[in-house]
């Protein structure tokens, strides 16, 4: 299965981080190895002193899929979770300005925090879904999925135009302003409006 995480897709991250506003939506893959196994802490690597973490929805898909119209798109998912997508923001940095593919800050080990799941039935609206993460217990990101540049399935009927969605391929939808650096002993929580999804210890 493929992680497959969409950059730059809530208007106030984008200012957050300067960059422009995309004509299409940024796309970029972390492998199965980067998921954090369940109960286990969140460590920070060797490489980086600038570990972020950006709190994103998450979609699962459950029917394989190519070229999948916009308007068939939710058909190919039933539930909803949260997570994070973690980010070696000084490693990203060097990356961007030499022109390099950002794998190495996006992909590594445990850089993808991935909770629990919830049936999309649940929710009268996919984009009406309030969400947050708190850090040692404060809020440090709130989202909507109504902010989004591009919705669930648009990004589904996106995403599926460059690669085959298989049953199990999670897509991250990218992350809503306050991105922020982690430290040892933080405890990150997620939220989906008020059922929490996930709770993580930094090491
Ligand atoms: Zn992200």
New binding site residues.
Partial sequence: MKLI???RNYTDHIEELENEKPTDPVIFLKPDTSILLKKQPFFIPDFSNDIHH?V?VLVKIKKLGKYIDKKFAHKYYDEIGLGI?F?ARDLQSQLKAKGLPWEKS?AFDGAAVIGQWLSKDKFPDVNDINFRLEKNEEIVQEGNTKLMLWKIDELIAYVSQFFTLKIGDII?T??PAGVGSVKTNDQLSGFIEDEKMFSVKVK
């Fill in positions: 995480c969409i950059g950006e994103e997508d980010t996006k991250f990218g992350t």
